[in-house]
């Protein structure tokens, strides 16, 4: 199984959790699987749902910046990874 860098966690909001990435390579759709990892952060969970500016999106490309409900704590600068399917 393989990985592909797609950006970064630039703000995470602790009371919905809720990550805001910056998506600077490829892209991602709701459905897709992500992992997360940093200094102390490592996971892996499938997106449900996808928000720009509260509103609902099905697929988001370079330059978006995009919130997406996590299961764990991230942190800022933490990498996402889409996980290729096999």
Request: net charge negative; charged share 25%; proline share 3%.
């Amino acid at each position: 199984m393989g990985e592909s860098f797609v950006g970064a966690v630039s703000h995470y909001f602790g009371k919905p959790g809720v990550a805001a990435l910056t998506i600077a390579e490829g892209r991602l759709d709701v459905g897709d699987t992500i992992h997360v990892v940093g200094h102390t952060t490592d996971f892996t969970q499938r997106i449900d749902s996808m928000q720009i500016d509260h509103a609902d999106v099905e697929s988001v490309g370079p330059g978006d910046e995009v919130g997406i409900r996590v299961g764990e704590r991230v942190r800022i600068h933490d990498n996402v990874y889409r996980v290729d399917p096999d």
